[in-house]
C-alpha cells in the first residue's frame, strides 16, 4: 500500500507544479494588465479547484481541494511554502511507516484537511482542475 500512495503522491505532485507553472503566467500577465493605467483592467482573482473521483465511479467528485492563487508569481506569498517544502505529517514519528517519505502539499491536504483514509486515497481515479480567473472592472 506505501508504494501505491507514493505513486499517488508523484501524480499529485507533477498535477501541482503544471497548476502553478499555468497559474504563475496567468498572474504576471494580469499583474501586468492592473499596472497599465491604460488597460481598463482594474483588478483580478485566480482560483484553483482540483476535483478527485473515484475509480469505480467517475462521474462523482468524493473530495476535492482549493486554493487561492493571486499574486502567486511575486513569490512573496505568506503561503509559499506549501509549494516546495515537505509537508509529512508523520516525519519524526518514530515507528511510522511512512515517516521519511517526502508528502506534497496536496497529498497532505487529502489526509490531512480533508480527512481522507489512505485507502480513500487509493481510489483516486480521475483527477479535474479548474483555474477560475476573475476579471474585475471598476467604473468611478
Known sequence: M???????NNRLKKLQDKLLSEAIKLDKELLKRISNKNDFLFDYEIELT????????????????EEYLKNISLNNDQHIWRWSE????????KNHPMKNEYHCW????????NNL???DI?????????IKVYYQYLEE
Request: charged share 25%; glycine share 4%.
Open 50 to 65: 482540483i476535483s478527485f473521483y473515484l475509480k469505480e465511479d467517475e462521474e462523482n467528485v468524493f473530495s476535492s481541494i
Open 86 to 93: 515537505n509537508h509529512n505529517e508523520f516525519f519524526g514519528r
Open 106 to 113: 496536496w497529498f497532505h491536504c487529502l489526509y490531512d484537511h
Open 2 to 8: 506505501l508504494n501505491e500512495l507514493q505513486i499517488v
Open 122 to 130: 487509493l481510489k483516486i481515479g480521475k483527477i479535474w482542475s479548474d
Open 117 to 119: 483514509e489512505f485507502e
